[in-house]
């Protein structure tokens, strides 16, 4: 009861009956001038458009200038005329709590569910600061996944940051999913950054279902909604993880995906006169994209722990375009689900020998060392004679290693599609098994 009576409180101070005003001094390319207001705004403000006819048009403020600011609208500025009033709304205030737990909410806090939504007591920035590199711990323990392919050869631990990298239409949703509902965890939040309206609900709904969404926060913002809205989702995501991970939990943070952050980013940094220079991106999408990272990871004594995984779409498996190169060089590790794993039927189809991660060896006995190593090499040596082996071109007795990696190459890859109930322990008890059946009659040790 004082917890809802200090929400409530918080919510009606938030509330001002007075707002600074100016009027529209010129439209240009996109970018509406304001004048009035320079004195009084700040940059990342919301301001407010009536124009007659016509809905209220917000936006935000980009810049600041000799008595002028210049607004992005969240829409396209048609019946904007000279003169119209643009009222300033301040800041947006983001006040995360334990009552989000369950909800569907939007990047500026309402909620997306149709249900009243409480506010927390303290606000939060929602672009923040990572904590003190010096204070922060080093990664955690291995955490069960509920997937067989990374409790062994791919862990995750805790505080630890990975890379998603996907085309279209290979699974990407469906593994996140499976992670939301089954990896160890206190609290996920998923940021579905630009994602069609349609599958936000089908994701909500049927793909985390009633079991996922109890412990879930999902912050979501549609293709359809402008960049400063889709741009906001990542951080707001960050914002809700970050306050949960301050009160000592260990969260889970999924973001669906980077690459629809950075574009929303490229929009803004062009009409603010930004020039391209990565394939097309700006040269702040890499401080963007690094800044947003950096503020997942171990926390320091007193906090939790932020593991994270960033998805990015990668058009036609460049593992190499600007968005998934930037990524490698700040996360701990990335996983690249294949097209031709997919099409073959088996999932997750993640790709091993294109997948790294660098909890490894730390987090792994020596004995679970070896089977990953091993394992590993039985799967480079198939792969590079894979296309002599479906010819019939190979025989047997010609590669010890390779006569090894035919031998139980279906059982890995079956292996690789389990979901697992058992743990990590259950799922290398399983590998072993496998390994074993890899040798020749005279090759166990007794």
Not at 75 to 84: K, L, R, S
Not at 129 to 155: F, Y
Request: aromatic fraction near 4%; include cysteine; charged fraction near 25%.
């Amino acid at each position: 009861m004082h917890q809802g009576l200090n929400a409530l409180k918080s919510e009606l101070e938030q509330k001002k009956l007075a707002h600074p005003m100016g009027r529209v001094a010129g439209v240009t390319a996109g970018i509406i001038q304001v004048s009035g207001l320079a004195d009084t705004v700040r940059i990342g403000d919301q301001v407010s458009l009536r124009r007659s006819p016509g809905s209220p048009l917000r936006g935000e403020i980009l810049q600041v200038f000799n008595g002028l600011v210049n607004m992005l609208p969240d829409t396209a500025p048609d019946g904007v005329a000279i003169g119209d009033p643009v009222i300033l709304r301040g800041t947006p205030e983001f006040a995360p709590c334990a009552a989000w737990v369950g909800r569907v909410i939007d990047p500026y806090g309402a909620p997306l569910d149709g249900k009243p939504l409480a506010r927390g007591t303290a606000t939060h920035e929602v672009v923040a600061p990572p904590p003190p590199a010096v204070e922060r711990r080093a990664l955690g323990k291995r955490l069960t996944t509920g997937l067989a392919i990374l409790n062994t050869v791919l862990p995750i631990s805790k505080g630890q940051r990975i890379g998603l990298f996907a085309g279209s239409g290979v699974g990407k949703s469906m593994l996140l999913a499976q992670l939301a509902v089954h990896m160890q965890a206190d609290v996920v939040v998923v940021g579905l950054i630009g994602e069609r309206g349609r599958e936000v609900n089908e994701f909500v709904t049927r793909v985390l279902g009633p079991e996922g969404m109890k412990r879930a926060v999902v912050i979501a913002a549609t293709s359809d909604q402008s960049a400063l809205t889709r741009r906001r989702c990542a951080w707001a995501a960050m914002s809700v993880a970050e306050h949960f991970r301050n009160a000592g939990k260990s969260v889970l943070f999924l973001a669906d995906s980077i690459t629809r952050f950075a574009e929303a980013h490229r929009e803004i940094a062009v009409a603010s006169g930004e020039a391209p220079a990565l394939r097309g991106y700006p040269p702040s999408v890499t401080p963007l994209i690094t800044a947003l990272c950096e503020r997942a990871g171990p926390g320091t004594r007193d906090q939790g722990d932020i593991t994270a995984i960033f998805s990015v779409l990668v058009a036609g498996s460049d593992m190499d375009e600007p968005v998934a190169d930037i990524l490698r060089g700040v996360l701990d590790g990335h996983v690249v689900l294949s097209r031709d794993i997919a099409e073959r039927g088996r999932f997750p189809a993640i790709d091993v020998g294109r997948s790294v991660s660098r909890c490894l060896p730390d987090v792994a006995s020596d004995t679970e060392n070896a089977m990953i190593a091993e394992t590993r090499r039985y799967l480079g040596a198939y792969e590079q004679s894979e296309v002599m082996i479906k010819a019939g071109l190979y025989v047997d007795g010609a590669d010890p290693v390779l006569d090894k990696a035919v031998r139980v190459w279906p059982e890995l890859d079956a292996f690789f599609a389990k979901s697992e109930a058992d743990g990590i322990r259950g799922s290398f008890d399983r590998l072993g098994l496998i390994l074993r059946r890899a040798k020749g009659p005279g090759e166990h040790k007794p």
